[in-house]
Nanobody, 115 residues
Framework: QVQPVESGGGLVQPGGSLRLSCAVSGSRQLFAVMGWYRRAPGKERELVAL???????TYADSVKGRFSIGRDHVKKTATLQMDDLKSEDTATYYC?????????WGQGTQVTVSS
């Protein structure tokens, strides 16, 4: 069974940085898309960043210039470097992988930005 697993969340002060990682187990497939969504309390889930196997990257306007997505095709991992974090970045962050018409979600990792 394909299962993305996130790591790297935690508590950070405003202006700080965190790096999230996503590792995919249960498949040797090179997924067409890997990326990140988030859901803040009381809000809908929203796109954060996506990267295709061809290295095309998409970012939400709210994180452009502060977050950076990366992929390692050999290790089948994705990362999200988050800098200059703000209180509004507080959310549960989910890794998503897409390929062959299917989509798989991780369980999420909590990011809390607070002083």
């Amino acid at each position: 069974q394909v299962q993305p697993v996130e790591s790297g969340g935690g508590l950070v002060q405003p202006g700080g940085s965190l790096r999230l990682s996503c590792a995919v187990s249960g498949s040797r497939q090179l997924f067409a898309v890997m990326g990140w969504y988030r859901r803040a309390p009381g809000k809908e889930r929203e796109l954060v960043a996506l990267q295709t196997v061809g290295r095309d990257r998409t970012y939400a306007d709210s994180v452009k210039g502060r977050f950076s997505i990366g992929r390692d095709h050999v290790k089948k991992t994705a990362t999200l470097q988050m800098d200059d974090l703000k209180s509004e970045d507080t959310a549960t962050y989910y890794c998503v992988v897409r390929g062959s018409g299917l989509e798989y979600w991780g369980q999420g990792t909590q990011v809390t930005v607070s002083s």
